[in-house]
């Protein structure tokens, strides 16, 4: 029996839109040689980590942007575009699943980016959230595979039961990431998180961060 707090990490909503033909044919493509729930779980976190890449600098015209079709049809996504897209396609396998936001310290990030935001915090970074074995785990697509080959980062993994969050270190033990603070998880994302979105990728010289990126190979 599902309850009424639990259902609502199932339904199809405007951002979490795996009623989707195009992510209905997607998830079944991806999970056709899946023998379980398990390993169509783990399938589906591989597809968006490693094959929705990650966008340090993305692009947000309006709230559609933040849709799981849109970002299964750009191909690629920062953050929080990707948790929506693996939360959607979770659901759609009846694995309920929402996204919460953590503040973390990268101290990978290069010079550039730490003059940019005055930091190396980076806030409301999105994750997904979803239920397995009677509770809930914290499960991060974000960085792909040939973006954590090419900087010598640790690979994220799921083995469709533990949390797969970002590694402390990279692969030759130097500090990487560590989380601050977890705040707002939600089985969509909220008019708030958007707004702090929409600012950020909206301010004057966005373009100058756009730059930055496009011309280094930043981790986050």
């Not at 015209?61 to 849109?70: H, I």
């Not at 575009?81 to 990030?109: N, T, W």
């Not at 792909?144 to 590694?167: I, K, S």
């Amino acid at each position: 029996m599902i309850s009424e707090n639990i259902r609502q990490y199932l339904e199809p909503d405007f951002y979490m839109d795996f009623d989707r033909p195009e992510i209905a044919e997607k998830v079944a493509e991806i999970t056709a040689g899946a023998l379980n729930r398990r390993k169509a779980g783990i399938a589906l976190f591989n597809f968006v980590r490693d094959r929705i890449v990650y966008n340090f600098a993305p692009d947000l015209k309006d709230a559609s942007e933040m849709k799981a079709s849109e970002t299964l049809k750009r191909g690629n996504g920062f953050c929080t575009q990707k948790a929506i897209l693996l939360a959607a396609m979770m659901r759609s396998i009846d694995i309920p699943s929402g996204i919460v936001f953590q503040d973390l310290r990268d101290y990978k990030l290069t010079q550039a980016y730490v003059n940019y935001l005055g930091s190396d915090i980076l806030k409301m970074h999105g994750l997904t959230k979803i239920y397995v074995r009677d509770h809930w785990i914290r499960i991060d697509g974000t960085l792909d595979a040939e973006l954590v080959e090419r900087n010598g980062y640790r690979l994220t993994q799921f083995d469709g039961e533990h949390e797969a969050l970002f590694p402390e270190t990279d692969r030759a033990g130097h500090p990487h990431f560590d989380v601050l603070r977890e705040y707002g998880f939600s089985h969509t994302l909220e008019k708030d998180k958007f707004d702090y979105y929409w600012n950020i990728f909206h301010q004057k010289d966005y373009s100058k961060w756009k730059r930055i990126v496009h011309t280094k190979n930043l981790s986050m």
